[in-house]
């Protein structure tokens, strides 16, 4: 880490985009809107409240793109982003957006565990999975691209994530320890790096996409390029992009638009 970086400035993204309230508030109206117009088949994980899938089936039999909501491993819940299906669901995609509990209650290595639940679950509809997700859910899509499924479940194949496409994502959670952000997360330096994507061996196969919003913090662009980088020399597939205009909370808004590059791009992936 660089001492000279004010990690506080670089990841408070609230602070960054004074308008995030009104952003958000759309997007959990965009979310109902949607539900009203597209019914989505709840699928329960876990025992927990959080802990369910809401599946909005695609007309193909192709990979279901799953999308990870961020929130700082502290925050929101899938009612807020159930429109961002719509994009792909255009395209006869399935999309599935799977909850999970909250720090403090948790911990984020717990919700590590939690999102392989989810992913085991949607194993059972036997088709191939493309992990994709925003800020922390970014940092998960790329965990679940890196996790080794069949020691984690020996009934699991080996390819069940075909690949990840993160969005503004986070690799190394090391800068947050002396952020406020941890007072919920309660990292310290060595569990911090334990949950790091960033640090663990790279994935065997798939592949790695990483885009931050064109006017995201230097520290959102160095967590993607040096992820793109490290698991790219490693030999993984690796893409670094920019979303035009963005900044960390519209950076997710080309997933609700069928004609967005975003959505071609994982199209593009699912179909690989």
């Known amino acids: 880490m660089n001492a000279a970086v004010d990690y506080e400035v670089e990841y408070n993204n609230r602070a960054r985009v004074p308008e995030n309230p009104a952003l958000m508030a759309g997007w959990a109206k965009d979310a109902a809107g949607y539900r009203e117009r597209r019914a989505a088949r709840s699928m329960a994980y876990g025992p927990g409240l959080r802990n369910r899938i809401d599946f909005f089936p695609g007309g193909n039999d192709g990979a279901i793109i799953v999308f990870i909501h961020g929130g700082y491993w502290q925050a929101l819940d899938i009612s807020f982003f159930s429109h961002l299906a719509g994009g792909l669901n255009t395209h006869g995609f399935g999309v599935a957006i799977p909850g999970y509990d909250l720090c403090p209650g948790v911990t984020v290595d717990q919700i590590i565990q939690q999102m392989r639940m989810a992913t085991r679950e949607l194993a059972r509809l036997n088709r191939p999975l493309l992990m994709s997700g925003h800020s922390a859910g970014g940092h998960l899509a790329a965990c679940m691209l890196a996790t080794d499924w069949p020691r984690y479940d020996a009934s699991l194949p080996a390819d069940l994530v075909v690949a990840a496409y993160a969005i503004s994502g986070l690799f190394d959670l090391a800068p947050l320890v002396e952020t406020s952000i941890n007072k919920a997360l309660h990292l310290d330096p060595a569990t911090a790096q334990a949950v790091s994507p960033l640090f663990w061996n790279a994935p065997l196969r798939g592949s790695l996409d ?8 230097a520290e959102y662009f160095r967590q993607s390029r040096t992820i793109v980088d490290r698991w790219g020399s490693a030999g993984v597939a690796t893409r ?30 699912a179909t690989g």
């Not at 990483?210 to 913090?217: I, K, T, Y």
């Open 240 to 269: 670094f992009g920019t979303v035009p205009g963005a900044n960390h909370f519209t950076a997710i808004a080309p997933l609700a638009d069928p004609d967005s590059a975003m959505v071609s791009r994982l199209a593009e992936l």
């Open 210 to 217: 990483a885009v931050v919003g064109e006017l995201e913090s």
